[in-house]
Structures are given as structure tokens and as C-alpha cells.
């Protein structure tokens, strides 16, 4: 069965402090790996697509990264106005349907 | 500015009544869908459309309505049928194509049953 697990479920940084969120999958083919931005009653802001394995992107302070089993959002020196839920979603081959992980709710403290 | 408009942003729904949730889009894309977010849980699938006059269900489909009429447009109807109605309702769009396609979103509609 086609699956997105995203860990930790919460996360609380300091100003400055960076980590990573992950993302693994189980699909039978990927087409694709979406990464999104969702604030408290607002939908998805969409951050990066990935599409194999060794493939990186950054955008600001994020930067993702692809293997054949997950992906990372990377978060460097975050400030407070990352505070966000992180979702991550994959497509699989043969498919227009998405599958979503339950995201990362990260806090960065000032 | 391209983009996915859903309205309203909140709406009551008194027990008995159907509502529909409106979604337009001015993306070009030919495949629509709708989600439903409780809190907790990812988003699951309602129904999804690839192609004007055409739709299927998604994981969650019962008590929930749609049409395909004009590429733009996609909006769902939440029947008196559909038991807990209450939460967050996104719409989104993407395009199609043999390789992975970027889905995106729109702002949301709050449904609260009163």
C-alpha cells in the first residue's frame, strides 16, 4: 500500500537552530514528491517538487533532498515566521492521486 | 494573478440542508480535486475530476456531491447525507502529464454544521 509518513509529528526550535524534518514513502513508482507550507487556517503554500533520487532544492533558509526511501526539509537558522505545518505528499506512477503525510508542526522561539 | 479561488472562506450549515462550496481556478489545469482536513489527520481525497464531464470518487466520497461542467470550475456540494460535515475543505488543481505534477491549493472554506 502506498504510504507518506512524516516524523517528528511536532517540532520546537530556537531562533538560529537548524534541523530537519523527514519524510518517508512507500509507493509502487514515484512521479513525484511535493513538499508544502501550511499555516493555521490557510491552505498548502506549495515549497519544492522532487522527482528522482540525488535531487536537491533550495528556496531561502529550506532545502530538500530526495533518496529512494525519503526526503528531508532541511531548515537553516530558522527564525519565528518559519513557524508553520510542513506537509509532505507523493504521486505515484499510474496515478493522478496524491497521498499526504499528517505534516510537521514546527515552532521556532525568538 | 493565477490561482485557485474557493468561496466562501466560512459557511453554517443548519442539519438537513445541502451546501456548496465553490472553486474556480485560472491555472489552464485539467484536473481538479477536493480534500477534506480534520484536525490531526492528513488530507483525504472526496472526489477529483481530470477532464471536463468527467469525476471519480476519492476514499471519502460518501455524502458528497460534484460536476465537472467548465474546465475553470469544480464545486462540491455537502449533502444532508454526509454525517460529521464539519471541517476544513480545500480545493486544488493541477496539471496533467506523464511526469510528477505539481497540486496546488486553494485558500480553504470552513463548513460548521449548527
Known amino acids: 500500500e502506498d504510504q507518506v509518513t512524516q516524523s517528528p509529528e511536532a517540532l520546537r526550535l530556537q531562533e538560529g537552530e537548524s534541523s530537519s524534518l523527514n519524510c518517508s514513502y512507500t509507493?509502487?513508482?514515484?512521479?513525484?514528491l511535493f513538499w508544502y507550507r501550511q499555516d493555521p487556517g490557510k491552505g498548502p503554500e506549495f515549497l519544492f517538487t522532487?522527482?528522482?533520487a540525488g535531487e536537491e532544492k533550495e528556496k531561502e533558509r529550506l532545502k530538500a533532498t530526495l533518496t529512494k526511501k525519503e526526503s528531508f526539509l532541511h531548515i537553516t537558522a530558522p527564525k519565528p515566521e518559519d513557524s508553520a505545518t510542513y506537509l509532505c505528499?507523493?504521486?505515484?506512477?499510474?496515478?493522478?492521486?496524491?497521498?499526504f503525510g499528517t505534516g510537521t508542526r514546527l515552532k521556532v522561539l525568538a | 494573478d493565477g490561482g485557485i479561488t474557493q468561496s466562501p472562506k466560512y459557511l453554517f450549515r443548519k442539519e438537513g440542508q445541502n451546501v456548496t462550496l465553490s472553486c474556480e481556478q485560472n491555472?489552464?489545469?485539467?484536473?481538479m480535486y477536493w480534500y477534506r482536513q480534520d484536525p490531526g489527520q492528513g488530507l483525504r481525497l472526496i472526489y477529483y475530476?481530470?477532464?471536463?464531464?468527467?469525476?471519480q470518487k476519492g476514499d471519502i466520497a460518501e455524502g458528497y456531491s460534484v460536476s465537472r461542467e467548465k474546465k475553470e470550475s469544480f464545486p462540491l456540494t455537502v449533502t444532508s447525507a454526509q454525517k460529521n460535515p464539519t471541517a476544513f475543505y480545500l480545493c486544488?488543481?493541477?496539471?496533467?502529464?506523464?511526469?510528477?505534477?505539481?497540486?496546488?491549493f486553494g485558500e480553504g472554506s470552513w463548513l460548521t454544521v449548527v
Open positions: 522532487l522527482y528522482s
Open positions: 475530476s481530470q477532464i471536463v464531464n468527467d469525476f
Open positions: 486544488a488543481s493541477s496539471p496533467t502529464g506523464n511526469s510528477g505534477n505539481t497540486i496546488y
Open positions: 491555472l489552464n489545469h485539467d484536473a
Open positions: 509507493v509502487s513508482g514515484l512521479r513525484g
Open positions: 505528499a507523493v504521486q505515484a506512477a499510474g496515478t493522478y492521486k496524491y497521498i
